[in-house]
């Protein structure tokens, strides 16, 4: 069974500086990693996958997530905070096997104080 | 920008009642999903559709549960008699899968609030 792991239910920040939002995975076969974020009251908007390529991936807003096959990881970053930065992420996996359905992380939360 | 629509925002319903959440996928997509967030808990997956039928489920989605496609354009999930531990927002999501490996796009959710 695949799961994902954010151990940080949150992260505090400050405006300017980088951040970076942990993420575990495991997973049978070649993973897909995805990173969604939730604002308030809104539903779940997609910031970035990994699918192959690049260990480096780049999405929306600046942020960015580096893949590390042999950590399992898959952590999210931003060089420089922003206020409207704070939010809910979610870390997901979808595994091969012909498994379609993500698996999502619990989650965390993200602060940046200006 | 194309975006997936979910109907009602809320829903609040007497326990052992039957409830439809509505959804209406990104056009030209063929996948779609079902899933629901527990207050405070992470975002669980309960099924994927495609091509008229489930393609996958979770233990989560039992009898209680059926989802169809009763047009060329919405999608629902029918939980047939609701419990108190139904209450959750459920998120619908649609893929591309012209293309392989696209990610997911969700709708807004539906609080359903069973009381």
């Known amino acids: 069974a695949q799961s994902v792991a954010q151990p940080e239910d949150q992260v505090n920040v400050a405006e300017g500086n980088p951040l970076t939002v942990k993420c575990t995975y495991s997973v049978s076969g070649n993973p897909y990693l995805f990173w969604y974020v939730q604002y308030p009251n809104r539903g779940l908007q997609f910031l970035l996958k990994y699918i192959t390529g690049d260990n480096l991936v780049k999405g929306s807003y600046g942020f960015e997530a580096e893949f590390n096959k042999s950590q399992t990881s898959f952590h999210l970053k931003k060089p420089s905070a922003l206020v409207s930065d704070s939010a809910l992420y979610f870390c997901?996996?979808?595994?091969?096997?012909?498994?379609?359905?993500?698996?999502f992380g619990k989650g965390t939360h993200l602060i940046i104080q200006p | 920008e194309p975006e997936v629509t979910q109907t009602p925002s809320h829903q609040v319903t007497q326990m052992g009642q039957e409830v439809i959440l509505r959804c209406v996928p990104i056009?030209?997509?063929?996948?779609f999903y079902w899933y629901r967030q527990i207050l405070g808990q992470k975002v669980e997956f309960l099924v994927s559709?495609?091509?008229?039928?489930?393609?996958?489920k979770s233990e989560i989605f039992d009898d209680q549960f059926s989802v169809e496609r009763p047009d060329g354009s919405n999608f629902t999930l029918k939980i047939r008699s609701t419990k108190l531990e139904d209450s959750a927002m459920y998120f619908c999501?649609?893929?591309?899968?012209?293309?392989?490996?696209?990610?997911?796009?969700f709708g807004q959710g539906t609080r359903l609030t069973v009381v």
């Open positions: 056009s030209n997509h063929l996948y």
């Open positions: 999501a649609s893929r591309d899968t012209r293309v392989t490996n696209t990610e997911a796009f």
């Open positions: 997901a996996v979808r595994g091969g096997g012909g498994a379609d359905g993500l698996t």
């Open positions: 559709f495609y091509n008229n039928e489930i393609s996958e």
